[in-house]
């Protein structure tokens, strides 16, 4: 099992976290998806098949790219 935490400038309210909690939550592997509006910042904790590549182009497709 990984565990990240990404920086997503991006977030800015409730429904940013949601949508990301939601999508992240989609992907096969994924096992737990926090999103944090007070610092902006996303932990993903996966294992195979995700990986942090899929990840991070999963969070870029829905318009909210870590950096």
Known sequence: MNMVVYSVPKIHCG????TIENELAELPGVEA???SIEDR????????????????????EINYPAE
């Open 15 to 18: 429904n940013c976290t949601q």
């Open 41 to 60: 910042k996303v932990m993903v904790r996966f294992s195979e098949p995700a990986t942090e590549e899929s990840v991070k182009a999963l969070l870029t």
């Open 33 to 35: 998806v926090k999103a």
